[in-house]
C-alpha cells in the first residue's frame, strides 16, 4: 500500500512540483494480421511507454490520449479501438491476432492492468487519420523497479489497418 502524506507540501508547493509529459510511442500494428481485423482482435502488441511516471514505482495519472495513423494510401482506417493500460510488460504475451475473448487466460491479462479507454472519434483526414480521448482520469502505477506503464490495442471494428503505422500520444500528470 501507498504511504501517502497530505500534509507534507502546501497547496502552492504541491502545484509547482506536479509535471505534465506529453509522451508520443509508437505502435506496430499486429503484424500477424492480414486484412480487415474483427472486433475483439488484438490491433496492436503490448508497447512500453518509457518514463511515464517519475520514480520507479510511482504513480501519475493519463489525463489524454491521441492516435495519429499515417501511411494509408486514403486515410481511410478510421475505426474504433480500446487502449488497455498496464504495469505488465507481459500483460499480453500472443503470438497470433486471436479473439481475446477466446484464447486468452483472464488472470495472464488482469496483472497490473490500470484501466481502458476507447478511442471512438476517428476523422479522416486524408492521408492521417486521428482521433482522441479527453479527461481520461486514469491512475496509473508503475511496477517496482521501473518508470515505465504499457499498452496493448484491440479491435472493435472490421477495418484494415495493416497498411499503415500509428503514434499514440499519451498526455500524463506526474507526481
Do not use: W
Amino acid at each position: 500500500m501507498a504511504l501517502t502524506n497530505l500534509h507534507n507540501y502546501s497547496v502552492q508547493e504541491k502545484l509547482n512540483k506536479m509535471d505534465v509529459d506529453l509522451i508520443d510511442v509508437s505502435i506496430d500494428l499486429d503484424p500477424s494480421n492480414t486484412g480487415a481485423y474483427a472486433a475483439g482482435d488484438l490491433l496492436f502488441l503490448v508497447t512500453e511507454i518509457p518514463n511515464a511516471v517519475s520514480v520507479k514505482g510511482g504513480a501519475a495519472l493519463l489525463h489524454s490520449a491521441a492516435c495519429i495513423i499515417t501511411g494509408s494510401a486514403d486515410g481511410s482506417e478510421t475505426g474504433a479501438f480500446d487502449v488497455v493500460i498496464t504495469s505488465d510488460s507481459t500483460a499480453l504475451a500472443i503470438a497470433d491476432n486471436v479473439a481475446l475473448n477466446t484464447e486468452t487466460s483472464p488472470s495472464a491479462v488482469m496483472d497490473g492492468i490500470a484501466g481502458t479507454f476507447s478511442i471512438i472519434n476517428i476523422i479522416d483526414m486524408g492521408v492521417v487519420s486521428v482521433g482522441s480521448k479527453q479527461n481520461i482520469g486514469m491512475v496509473c502505477k508503475a511496477a517496482s523497479g521501473s518508470t515505465s506503464l504499457y499498452a496493448f490495442g484491440i479491435a472493435q471494428s472490421t477495418n484494415d489497418y495493416e497498411e499503415g503505422s500509428a503514434v499514440l500520444r499519451l498526455g500524463f500528470i506526474k507526481d
